[in-house]
């Protein structure tokens, strides 16, 4: 289940990330990757969250008790993880 999902929120970065920079591929993405060094804005982030609610049906942002701002992207992949609606 797990790897579907990062599979699933991995897919939604690229299609977002081509979208947004015009660019013909996304960077390659490991746990350790630096969010904000990954070449989208916030703009582009704000795009990406919606995207991902769109695709897996919730926003942990919204559905967790605490403000959080994930550096990594295995740091964000843990989030949606750990906020799945129950």
Aim: charged letters at 25%; a negative charge; aromatic letters at 12%.
């Amino acid at each position: 289940m797990a790897a579907d999902l990062k599979a699933r929120i991995v897919k939604v970065f690229e299609d977002v990330f081509k979208e947004h920079t015009q660019a013909t591929t996304a960077p390659s993405l490991n746990d350790d990757s630096v969010l904000l060094e990954t070449g989208l804005d916030s703009l582009g982030f704000a795009i990406l969250v919606i995207r991902l609610e769109e695709e897996l049906g919730y926003d942990p942002f919204v559905l967790s008790s605490e403000a959080y701002y994930p550096q990594t992207f295995g740091d964000l992949i843990r989030f949606y993880e750990d906020n799945q609606p129950q």
